[in-house]
């Protein structure tokens, strides 16, 4: 029976078998070292020149042996299995590797983005390149499990429709066996149409824009976290519920992603107890007042805006999340409700 290498911390003195990929390869005179990866990390193999022969990084391997304590000046604090490492007896070669088109050891795998993707099965194993997998897995679960939490149903909106919710995006046309259709670019219809049966509904779903553009934002399939809600008292119940959802998304992912954030150097967003909220002729004044740029008369907020007001709010805040309101009733008349006491702008 295989046991994955995290397991092997509680196994000392016992006799296992482990499988995975060789991550690397390290020869002394008289012994070899391999490191084993497999879905829970990296576990330390000691074996024999003669056991070890041929065996060559990213050959998929099955080894059986005994555990055993390193010492305690060999011990590696990085690993979760730093404590162990497994004595090879035996070893079967499940698949061998070709010969490695670049070197796997990089800490940052500098390739060209082409390279990265024409050995994309390769590159998958990469440490930075698995964590990307990895945060975004975490942000989808925390996402659904904090809106069932809230009694939220998930649905599964159609990629392929009749008609187009948002008119302010370009759309992929599609031929349904003769007919016009769409890539859908937002599930809005699907969400406003579930929540008059099910009061609360979310959805993760591919979404499509045809925005053709190098820029991060603007990218033509993006995965969409969507939800909305019925029986409101007010417009901020709603901002409500997306701060508690992004604060419990974050939490999730400071907690089971560290070692991958580690990778980047990175950390989550600051959150404060409160995320700040700023009405858009607020921001676009203060924005002015910084930097001297007028963008007061706009709309809407340019990126250099987003990143001006998102500096303001972490320097007087301590928060590098804001919630800008009051955009133009007429930008979204559809969407939005004005506010009453100042009707050009909107619950927004």
């Known amino acids: 029976m295989r046991t994955l290498n995290i397991e092997t911390k509680d196994k000392v003195g016992e006799n296992v078998t482990v499988s995975g990929w060789v ?19 990296l576990l330390q193999i000691v074996i024999s020149p003669e056991l070890a022969g041929s065996i060559r990084v990213e050959d998929v391997v099955s080894i059986t042996g005994t555990i055993a304590k390193r010492p305690d000046k060999l011990i590696n604090p990085k690993l ?13 070669v499940l698949s061998k590797s070709a010969e490695l088109p670049f070197d796997m050891g990089q800490p940052d795998l500098e390739v060209e983005l082409p390279t990265l993707l024409d ?24 996402f659904r499990k904090f809106l069932q939490s809230q009694d939220f149903m998930e649905f599964q909106s159609p990629s392929i429709i009749g008609s187009v919710p948002e008119g302010g995006a370009e ?11 769409f890539l859908s670019q937002s599930p809005q219809l699907y969400k406003s149409l579930l929540v008059s049966a ?23 399939e ?35 992603c560290q070692q991958e954030l580690d990778l980047f150097g990175v950390e989550v967003p600051k959150v404060t107890d409160k995320i700040p909220r700023l009405k858009l002729r607020e921001v676009q004044q203060i924005i002015f007042d910084r930097t001297g740029r007028d ?4 709309k809407d907020l340019a990126p250099e805006d987003e990143r001006e007001i998102c500096e303001y709010t972490a320097e007087k805040y301590g928060s590098d999340l804001v919630f800008v ?5 007429a930008k979204k008349p559809f969407y939005v409700v004005e506010d009453p006491t100042d009707p050009e702008y909107a619950y927004s």
């Open 119 to 142: 050995y994309r099965g390769l590159t998958l194993r990469h440490p930075r390149v698995a964590a990307i997998f990895k945060v975004q897995e975490v942000v989808i679960d925390s």
């Open 171 to 181: 759309v992929f046309n599609v031929d349904y066996f003769g007919h016009s259709a």
């Open 295 to 298: 963008c007061r008369s706009e």
């Open 325 to 329: 309101t009051h955009f133009l009733t």
């Open 80 to 92: 979760a299995t730093g404590t162990v490492e497994l004595q090879a007896e035996s070893i079967q």
């Open 222 to 256: 993006v995965v969409s976290l969507d939800a909305e809600m019925g029986f409101i008292e007010n417009w901020e119940e709603t901002m409500d519920m997306a701060e508690n959802t992004i604060k419990f998304i974050l939490s999730e992912v400071k907690n089971r």
């Open 23 to 41: 991550n690397t390869r390290r020869d002394h005179s008289k012994i070899v070292f391999f490191d084993l990866r497999d879905r829970t990390g």
């Open 198 to 220: 099910f009061d609360r509904v979310f959805s993760v779903n591919k979404v499509f824009r045809a925005e053709p553009s190098v820029t991060t934002r603007h990218i033509t």
